[in-house]
């Protein structure tokens, strides 16, 4: 059931990321500043976007599961929220390669979207040993759900603190996701952003399909344990 | 007064005959549809008619019953409402009265209950309909989903299929309108250790809208009245039972739940709670014991669980099962649960 | 549900009266964490900024130890199923352990906050009385709103205890941010209203987010 548009679903994230590549390395111009690791912004910001949403989206489905009582929103609430996680290790990885190749640090706090970005990825990397130290998974799945719920919540308001209280330590040197991108980086960085959405979409409805499969398997395995049982 | 209407014969009639042997002018409107048998017939407001039931005419036959005769007999309570006395005539004293019946349904109906735990089975099949001022045993080994079976009848675990009643209330849906009406007493007191007899019993009692002077009654009715100020760490497990058990009927529930009542209690202790949780209470009561023979002796009607699942469920014979009768439930079915 | 969540409340301050437990710990741990700053960062007294910082992260967590403790009565002795079992709307619960909560870190407070500014505020710094108070009830009410879900949330859980902080820490970081940077100015007792307000707007807004959310979903977290 969640196969359907799977293959177009991929054939469109792959066409898209492709573009963005050939944007990226032929299109877009160099940076007078950083030159060539400039690009990394191409990555690395489009990820932080496609990933805080899929935090969102999976407090959203959250929301979902704990009105309807059906375990494949939680799903689909895992699956987001797992896949956004991975995004978010990608995303620190590529803040800090930029930041080292621009500013010559690993890591600098000047960035309200990486610096807050850090706090969301350490509050949702707790998800995992609270939603497997509970046993009972009706439980399991309700409580994910309720920090899901909460978590999404603080997404928004914990960037607008850390942006506020670096607008008084830390004047803001560049304006990487603003408005004020020369016509051809921004359908660069557009086109970027689109693949990697598309990219997140994929990933999502694969991982849906195959750990759906998954849960078949496991309850055809115990009917049929249970049919034997009772034959005995 | 005795009076007996006829096997087949409309209630309804059987009552009115009744009331026009005690000279009242019956206003025909009562109308019970089961045909039935009055043991005795008081006329006052709030009296209670006791009624012996002849099962197999019933319209809501329990789903399980293992008997061979067509009927079994149990009781069901009416309750008098709508009674009105008035004199009509100064000469000849007659009373003008109009009863109106409140007949009430099982106070419990399963049917097929099932509740999982992950991918085990904790309960399946679970059949059976309790009426409303009897007692049902549950018996089975540890583990048997006994207890399971208790939470989910007071509303604490949610049944995952089946059909779930409880005091006229459709379970999982209406499981608010449970709270309140249940009185639960399991293995946990459900009391606080560092606070006094008192204190806890006050805090159940506002939790439960029920006014703190019952308290007091309560307490010295389980016999806690000199030790009731001081802490729950001081007193001895027995002690600490009889406050939770008093503590379960504070609010006067219409349904009791009790797993394994009587541990820690000695027989003075266990008759002191006679009044309050056992079958004198009149309250529907369900009990799981491994005490076979104690629980068969003050049940009506006993349910057997092995492995979560249904093994028998039926009326326990008269003379508290020593006997195997026909069809319904002894002590040998039980220890079947057991092996 | 008003008068079931003051008997709740009563009977877990009666219980924190006899026992002593969270609000004695809470407090000595500040004290100490005090002292541990004093060493590591190797000073006598902080500036407002610093200052600002030390205090509030001392007491979040301080904060930490006292949400862990939240729900331990319930498990450990009474159980919530007698709660359960009570015609009571099960908010009154959540309302009851987040008011609990806010009074203790208030009488936390009122211990540790003057003992910092003997142990660790440099010479001639003061608040300003009313604009601090206003910072540490909206602080407080956060940090008691998310207190009061995470212990709820953690409560069934196997390691509860390792859970509570790095769940409560990360969600309380926009508390953090907005009290330390409102506590700095006040404490250089430079009073930039527009500051102040914007500060204080934003840990309103972030109150209510919480306790509106807290509330929705607290009967969730109880059921089975």
């Known amino acids: 059931m969640y196969s359907k548009g799977l293959a177009p679903l991929a054939a469109a994230a792959v066409v898209t990321l492709t573009a963005a590549l050939a944007l990226v390395f032929f299109y877009a111009p160099l940076d007078a500043d950083q030159g060539f690791v400039q690009k990394i912004f191409y990555v690395h910001v489009p990820m932080a976007i496609v990933s805080l949403c899929g935090f969102v989206a999976g407090g959203v489905f959250a929301i979902r599961h704990l009105r309807s009582g059906d375990a494949s929103w939680d799903l689909r609430s895992y699956v987001a929220i797992h896949l956004a996680i991975i995004f978010g290790v990608g995303v620190l990885a590529t803040g800090s390669i930029w930041a080292r190749a621009s500013w010559g640090h690993w890591w600098v706090w000047d960035e309200p979207v990486l610096v807050s970005f850090l706090v969301v990825f350490l509050l949702y990397c707790v998800y995992y040993p609270l939603r497997f130290s509970i046993e009972d998974p009706e439980r399991q799945a309700r409580y994910s759900s309720v920090f899901a719920i909460a978590a999404g919540a603080f997404v928004p308001l914990n960037f607008v603190a850390v942006r506020m209280a670096q607008a008084y330590t830390h004047p803001r040197v560049l304006s990487q996701t603003g408005g004020d991108l020369p016509g051809e980086m921004r359908l660069t960085f557009l086109v970027a952003l689109l693949g990697m959405a598309l990219l997140f979409a994929t990933l999502w409805k694969l991982e849906l399909t195959a750990k759906h499969a998954a849960m078949q398997l496991k309850r055809l395995k115990r009917r049929l344990a249970e049919r034997e049982a009772v034959a005995a | ?339 | 549900m008003i008068a079931a969540a003051r008997a709740i409340l009563r009977k877990d301050l009666l219980i924190e009266l006899r026992t002593k437990e969270s609000v004695p710990a809470m407090t000595l741990f500040a004290l100490t964490v005090y002292v541990l700053f004093h060493f590591g960062l190797d000073r006598d007294s902080l500036d407002g900024e610093l200052a600002a910082g030390v205090l509030w992260v001392t007491l979040l967590l301080a904060a930490v130890i006292g949400v862990s403790r939240l729900f331990a009565a319930e498990r450990e002795q009474g159980g919530i199923e007698g709660l359960l079992l009570a015609p009571v709307d099960r908010t009154a619960l959540f309302v009851a352990k987040a008011v609990g909560l806010f009074a203790m870190l208030v009488v936390v407070e009122v211990v540790a906050v003057p003992t910092f500014g003997l142990l660790l505020l440099g010479p001639g710094l003061g608040g300003a009385l009313p604009e601090l108070l206003a910072v540490f009830l909206l602080g407080n009410l956060g940090i008691a709103a998310v207190g009061a879900l995470v212990a709820a949330l953690a409560a069934e859980t196997r390691a509860r205890e390792l859970i509570v902080p790095i769940l409560l820490l990360p969600l309380l970081v926009p508390v953090l941010i907005s009290c330390a940077q409102a506590t700095e100015p006040l404490f250089r007792q430079e009073q930039g209203p527009e500051d102040l307000a914007r500060w204080l707007g934003l840990l309103s807004l972030y109150d209510v987010v919480f306790v509106l959310l807290s509330v929705a979903v607290f009967d969730y977290l109880l059921e089975d």
């Open chain 2, 1 to 339: 007064m005795e009076v007996e209407s006829a096997p087949g014969q409309d209630v309804g009639a059987g009552l009115l005959e009744a009331a026009a042997h005690l000279g009242a002018v019956v206003d025909d409107q009562a109308e019970v549809a089961r045909p039935v048998r009055w043991s005795r017939i008081g006329l006052g407001h709030g009296d209670e008619l006791i009624a012996h039931v002849e099962e197999g005419h019933a319209r809501q036959a329990p789903a399980q019953l293992e008997v061979e005769e067509p009927s079994v007999e149990l009781e069901r309570r009416f309750e008098v409402a709508d009674f009105e006395r008035h004199v009509i005539d100064a000469h000849q004293p007659r009373h003008m009265c109009s009863i109106g019946f409140a007949a009430m349904e099982p106070a419990i109906e399963l049917e097929g209950l099932e509740r999982r735990y992950g991918e085990r089975v904790a309960l399946a099949g679970v059949t059976v309909s309790l009426a409303a001022g009897s007692t049902l045993a549950v018996l089975g080994a540890n583990g048997a989903g006994k207890t399971t079976l208790l939470r989910v009848l007071a509303g604490l675990l949610r049944p995952h299929s089946g059909r779930v009643r409880v005091l006229g209330c459709e379970l999982p849906r209406e499981r608010w309108r449970i709270q309140g009406r249940v009185g639960y007493l399991g293995h946990e007191a459900l009391l606080y250790r560092e606070l006094t007899g008192r204190e806890n019993l006050r805090y159940h009692a506002r939790l439960h809208g029920v006014d703190d002077s019952r308290v007091d009654g309560m307490l010295a009715a389980v016999g806690m009245a000199r030790r009731a100020d001081e802490p729950l760490r001081d007193l001895s497990r027995g002690m600490v039972q009889r406050l939770a058990a008093a503590r379960a009927v504070l609010h006067d529930p219409a349904l009791l739940l009790l797993d394994e009542p009587r541990a820690h209690l000695d027989p003075a202790a266990g008759e002191l709670l006679e009044p309050l949780i056992g079958r004198a209470s009149g309250r529907t009561r369900l009990l799981v014991s491994h005490d076979v023979e104690g629980a068969l002796t003050e049940a009506d009607l006993a349910l057997g669980l092995k492995g979560g699942r249904q093994a028998f469920a039926g009326v326990v014979e008269a003379d508290g099962g020593r006997q195997a009768g026909a069809g319904a439930i002894g002590a040998e079915a039980a220890r079947e649960l057991y092996r």
